[in-house]
C-alpha cells in the first residue's frame, strides 16, 4: 500500500501532512500527485469527498517552495465554483504550508475589495479565487496573470452548471501558454470535455471511481408522498422531514437538509425551528459573513442541522455529517451525488433520504438512469390526517350498497309534477270531491293569464301584440297615395 512518504513530497509538506494525521493517500490522491510533481496536466475524474483538494494542494506547495512572487502577479491560481469552497481551499493551504513561507490570498465576493487589493500587491504565491470576483479584479487594473506557474480549476462540472464556462475560457486565456493545468471535475459533461482538449496539454488522465457515481458507504433511501392536493405538497413534505428526523432518533447526530430554492430554504429553516430543532439557513443571498459563521456553527457541533441551496453541495468538507435529506429532487441529476456525498465521507457510514412525490417522477428517473441502480424505496414515516379508512356503519343506519360509501353515486329523485302524479297515481276511490270555486277565484281563472315575454326574444309569429302598441295612429293605416292626396 503506497504511503504519502513514497510520493517524493517535499520534506517539509510531508511533515504537515503527518502532523495532519494522514499517512496513506486516496487513490485519486495517489494517481495525480506523482505526475503533478513532475509538472504535467492533470485530469481528474472522482466522485466527491474522495480527497481532490489534497491532490492538487501537495504538490503545488512542493512546486512552489523555490521562488519568490512579485507584488500583483501571483505564481499559482485556483479556481472555485463558490466562496465556501474557495474557504475551504484556503484553510488546506494553511495545513499543508504551515511548515513553509509561501503566502496566500483569498479573492471572493462579499469581503471588501481594498483588503484583498492590499493582499495581492504584497505579492502572493498562491492565489484562490472565484471566477467573477478575479475578473473583476483584472478589470480593476490591480492583477496580473501573466506570472502564472500552476492553474488549477476545482469543480469543474459545478462551473459549467454555474455559468462560469466563459470566464473560465477567459482566464485561461489571460495566463501564459507554458503554465501547468491542475482539472478536476466529478463528471465529463461534453462542454467540460472541450475545454480540456483546448487549454490541457497531454494530460494525465486519473478516473479513480465511474463518473457519477455514489460512494458505497452510503445507504441511500427514498420516501414516496402523494399529496391529495398539489398545494398542500410543501407542508406534507415539510410533516415527513420531522416524522423522518423522529424516525432516525438517536442514529441521526446532525444533517445537511437540501432544497431547490432559496425561499424553500428559508422556509424549511423557520419551520423547523419553530417546531424545537436546532436549525439554520444558508444559501446565496445571505452575507458572507453570516454564511461563513454558519458553517463554522455546524462544523462545530453548535448547529444540528443545516438547511441548505446547492450552495453547500460541491466541495465542503464536513467529516462528520451522519445523514443527508433531499427535501427536494435536485433538478440535476448530477447534483443528487454531489449533495449525498456531503455524508459518508473519507470511508465513514452514512445515510441519504430523498422525499418524493409524483411530480419528480422524471427527476428521478434521471437520477437513477445516472447512478446506474434504483434508489430503494422505505415506508412513509408520516401519514396525514385522516387517512385510516372508515369504519363500517352498522344498525338503522347502515348505509345502502349503492351509497357513496360503496363507490356509487345516489340517484338523484325528481318530484313528480302534478300532471305525473295524476297519471301514474290515479286518486283513490275515497276522495272527498272537489269544493265550489268562490266568485273571486272563478273571476280570477275566467281572466287570461298575462305572461312576462322571455328577453331578448321579440313576439311570436302569428301572436297579436296587446297594449299601447296595438293602438296605431289613423294615418298610419292610410295607403301612401290618400297621405299624398289628404
Not at 117 to 134: H, Q, S
Not at 160 to 177: A, N
Not at 288 to 299: A, E, I, V
Not at 431 to 438: D, R
Request: aromatic content about 6%; hydrophobic content about 35%; overall charge positive.
Amino acid at each position: 500500500m503506497t504511503k504519502f512518504s513514497d510520493l517524493n513530497l517535499d520534506p517539509k509538506v510531508l511533515k504537515a501532512v503527518e502532523s495532519a494525521g494522514y499517512e496513506t493517500p486516496t487513490p485519486i490522491q495517489d494517481g495525480a500527485i506523482p505526475p503533478a510533481l513532475e509538472g504535467r496536466d492533470v485530469l481528474g475524474i472522482a466522485q466527491t469527498g474522495t480527497g481532490k483538494t489534497a491532490s492538487f494542494t501537495l504538490p503545488m506547495i512542493s512546486r512552489l517552495r523555490r521562488g519568490r512572487a512579485r507584488a500583483r502577479m501571483p505564481r499559482s491560481l485556483v479556481l472555485c465554483p463558490t466562496r465556501e469552497l474557495a474557504a475551504q481551499v484556503a484553510e488546506n493551504f494553511n495545513t499543508y504550508s504551515q511548515f513553509t513561507k509561501l503566502t496566500k490570498a483569498l479573492l471572493i465576493g462579499g469581503v471588501s475589495f481594498k483588503d484583498q487589493d492590499v493582499a495581492i500587491d504584497k505579492g502572493v504565491d498562491v492565489l484562490i479565487a472565484t471566477p467573477g470576483r478575479l475578473l473583476d479584479h483584472f478589470e480593476r487594473g490591480k492583477l496580473l496573470l501573466t506570472g502564472i506557474e500552476i492553474m488549477v480549476v476545482d469543480e469543474a462540472d459545478r462551473m459549467l452548471d454555474m455559468g462560469f464556462i466563459p470566464d473560465i475560457e477567459r482566464i485561461f486565456e489571460l495566463t501564459p501558454f507554458t503554465r501547468q493545468t491542475l482539472f478536476f471535475s466529478a463528471t465529463m459533461a461534453p462542454e467540460i470535455e472541450r475545454i480540456t482538449n483546448k487549454f490541457l496539454s497531454s494530460p494525465k488522465r486519473i478516473e479513480v471511481a465511474r463518473q457519477a457515481t455514489a460512494s458505497e458507504t452510503i445507504a441511500q433511501k427514498m420516501v414516496f408522498h402523494e399529496p391529495k392536493r398539489r398545494d398542500m405538497t410543501a407542508k406534507d413534505k415539510r410533516e415527513i422531514l420531522r416524522a423522518l428526523i423522529e424516525s432516525e432518533g438517536g442514529a441521526l447526530t446532525n444533517a445537511i437538509i437540501f432544497c431547490n430554492r432559496k425561499t424553500e430554504v428559508d422556509i424549511v429553516a423557520k419551520s423547523m425551528k419553530k417546531h424545537g430543532y436546532n436549525a439554520e439557513a444558508i444559501h446565496g443571498d445571505l452575507d458572507q459573513s453570516h454564511r461563513t459563521k454558519t458553517l463554522d456553527g455546524f462544523r462545530d457541533g453548535v448547529i444540528k442541522f443545516l438547511v441548505a441551496s446547492d450552495v453547500a453541495a460541491r466541495g465542503l468538507d464536513i467529516p462528520n455529517v451522519s445523514h443527508v435529506i433531499n427535501f427536494d429532487v435536485p433538478g440535476h441529476a448530477e447534483d443528487y451525488v454531489h449533495r449525498i456525498g456531503r455524508t459518508g465521507r473519507a470511508g465513514r457510514e452514512g445515510c441519504s433520504f430523498t422525499i418524493a412525490t409524483p411530480h419528480d417522477d422524471k427527476l428521478i428517473d434521471a437520477v437513477e438512469k445516472l447512478i446506474g441502480s434504483q434508489i430503494p424505496r422505505v415506508e412513509n414515516p408520516w401519514s396525514p390526517p385522516g387517512a385510516k379508512p372508515r369504519e363500517k356503519k352498522t344498525g338503522a343506519a347502515e348505509a345502502p350498497k349503492d351509497s357513496v360509501e360503496a363507490g356509487n353515486k345516489p340517484e338523484k329523485k325528481r318530484a313528480k309534477s302534478p300532471r305525473r302524479a295524476a297519471e301514474s297515481d290515479p286518486a283513490p276511490s275515497t276522495a272527498e270531491p272537489p269544493q265550489p270555486k268562490s266568485a273571486e277565484e272563478s273571476e280570477r281563472s275566467a281572466s287570461p293569464e298575462r305572461k312576462r315575454p322571455e328577453r331578448g326574444r321579440g313576439p311570436k309569429k302569428n301572436s297579436t301584440v296587446s297594449g299601447a302598441v296595438n293602438q296605431f295612429p289613423e294615418f298610419l293605416t292610410k295607403s301612401f297615395e290618400e297621405r299624398l292626396g289628404g
